[in-house]
Every structure is written in C-alpha cells, then in structure tokens.
C-alpha cells in the first residue's frame, strides 16, 4: 500500500476499489496503521538484516543460514538460527549449492602403483599426517584452465595450489612444492605423511614421486578407480566450484577471461578458505584457526591428539607455529606476483 500511495500520491482509490469485498479496510484502519511505530521485533529485524547481509557480502555470497549464525554468533551477536532463516528467506539472500563434475585426471595404465593406505578413511588426528591431492578444470574465454590442490586432512587447510592451460606434471608437483616449502619454513616435520591421490598420470609421474621419496612422504592410490577413492579432494573442488567458479560475485562479473583472471581469484579464494571460511566439520572455525588450536594444546600437552572438533580451542591460537605458518606463506608470497598481488597472508 504504501508504495502505492507513493506512485499514486494516495491509496484512495485503491480502498474504493476494495469496498464491499472480503478484503474491504477502513481509511479509518489504513491510517491507524501506518502511523503506529515500529514493533520491537521489527526493529530488531531491521538490524539483524543488516548484519546478516553484511556477513554474507564478506564470505563471497557463499554462506548458507547455517554458516551466516555460527558467524555471527563468532561475532558476539545473540540470534536464534530460526530467526536468520526466516530472514534470509524474506530477504531472499541464499547460499550456494554444489554439483557433481566428472574428474579432471586421466587414469595412468595399469602398471604397478602404490598401495591404498587411505580406503576411504579421510581421518587424521594431527597435521601432516593425511593430505589429498587433486586436479579440476574452469572454462575461459580463452580455453580451459587447470587447477591443482593440495589439502591437509586433519585441519581441511589448503597447503598448495597452482594454476595452468596444460594438464602436464608441473600442474600438480607445482601444488606439491608449495605445500612441502609451507610446512618446512614453518619448521613442522612432514616425514611420515601419507599423500593420498587418485589414479591420475600427474601423481604417478617420476618426478612427482620422486618429491615425495625426498620429503620422506609415502604414496597412497585410490584402489578403486572412482570419486569415493579420493573424497575429500573431490569435495574441496566441488566447493571452489559452487564458491568461486560459479560463485554469486562471479556471476555479476560475466566469464572468466583466462589464466591471468582465475590465478588471482584463486588465490585470493584459498586466503579466504583458510583464514576465514567456517567449516562444519572443523566445530565451525576456519582451518588456520583450527590448526593454531593443535599447536596450542602440543604447547601443554604433546600427547594431545583430538580427532574431534572443539569450538572451546578454536579460539585459541599459538604464538610460534601459528605465526611460523604465516609468515612463511608471506614470504612464499614474496616469490610469487601472483599471491603477492593477492595479498595472500
């Protein structure tokens, strides 16, 4: 009604119109109403709108209302999680939905491989103990773009990534590098882990298994040969698809024009996924929060290896492998245009 008297300069009409119908209102009624003040409720909905749109503005469109609460609750503001979602839907503010791919890697021939050392049991009770890796691809206006993740099971942290027109080796060791230099310049043992990946040429290639014999890492390959051997790596793509890829701030800036386009989004996405994005998995906290926890609880007590989320220690953040991380991948940055252009911290 009132924007009607907007465009009309009265809603007379309209209630002449109405007369005499089951939904016939007084001037009397109409008037009553619209000088009335705000209800409390409604005021407070007002600024509960706000501050949701301005959580989901900060997390690339992305959060559904369940992402949107824990966050906002992480901010100190007390809010049921039914009310955010019958905000959001007044609003019609949403979250982003995942679909299924087709993988990016091509099956090596069927040669001798590495054992399944994972079978399906994406768990790790500490960092360094499981990472997965994988490929997946983006469309450009200058022809398909490849991308490479690393990913640490334990804390869901991207370790490393690289960008590339060519599905050769360097695609995947490039991603293997950046993770390996991040874990040893923040002086964490890497001897050990289980690097697990899908039967694709890149991970069964001799210099890629050769960086892991050096880094004293063991090989696992999905024995199956289909998405469930490698999960948690098809997950994370999913995720930088419906995220980035196809993302609400992508959207309204139209195809991805090529290479140089997605290299800085892409690191800009992995600065988020890491420092700022909430995982349900991970008791609702980002992965660096997550892994700041662990090293904080080695700090008093190295015997301490909890598989399950504690939202109590993702607050907490240890002062020496914490800031050991960072500035290693600052300084990682310093050889790389590309995250340095990002402001990848």
């Not at 997946?136 to 773009?145: E, H, I, P, S």
């Not at 890629?208 to 014999?213: G, I």
């Amino acid at each position: 009604m009132d924007s009607v008297e907007a465009e009309h300069g009265g809603v007379q009409p309209v209630l002449t119109a109405l007369k005499g119908t089951p939904a016939e209102i007084a001037p009397s009624t109409y008037y009553a109403h619209k000088s009335r003040p705000p209800s409390p409720r409604s005021v407070r909905d007002q600024i509960l709108v706000e501050q949701i749109k301005e959580v989901h503005v900060k997390n690339l469109e992305v959060y559904g209302a369940r992402k949107v609460w824990h966050e906002m609750r992480r901010q100190g503001h007390q809010v049921a999680k039914c009310t955010v979602e019958r905000l959001m839907r007044a609003e019609g503010v949403r979250g982003v939905t995942r679909d299924k791919h087709p993988r990016t890697t091509k099956p090596a021939a069927e040669t001798e491989r590495p054992c399944d050392l994972v079978k399906r049991d994406f768990t790790a009770s500490r960092p360094n103990q499981l990472w997965v890796a994988d490929l997946t691809y983006v469309r450009t206006a200058d022809g398909w773009v490849y991308v490479a993740f690393v990913l640490d099971v334990y804390s869901r942290m991207i370790l490393g990534w690289q960008v590339s027109i060519s599905l050769y080796t360097e695609l995947a060791l490039d991603a293997l590098q950046m993770g390996i230099w991040r874990r040893e310049h923040a002086s964490q043992d890497v001897a050990g882990l289980v690097h697990h990946s899908d039967r694709g040429v890149q991970y069964r290639a001799l210099r890629y298994t050769q960086r892991l014999e050096e880094a004293d890492a063991v090989a696992s390959v999905g024995s199956r040969g289909d998405s469930y051997d490698n999960a948690m790596a098809e997950a994370l793509n999913s995720l930088f698809k419906a995220e980035l890829v196809r993302g609400p701030a992508r959207r309204r800036k139209g195809p991805w024009r090529g290479i140089d386009d997605l290299e800085i989004a892409v690191a800009e996405w992995a600065d988020w996924y890491n420092q700022r994005r909430l995982h349900g998995e991970l008791g609702h906290v980002p992965p660096a929060e997550y892994e700041a926890a662990y090293w904080a609880r080695q700090a008093t007590d190295p015997d301490d290896h909890d598989e399950q989320p504690d939202a109590q220690h993702g607050h907490h953040h240890d002062a020496t492998k914490a800031s050991q991380t960072d500035a290693g991948t600052a300084s990682y940055a310093q050889t790389n245009p590309v995250l340095a252009a990002a402001g990848t911290s």
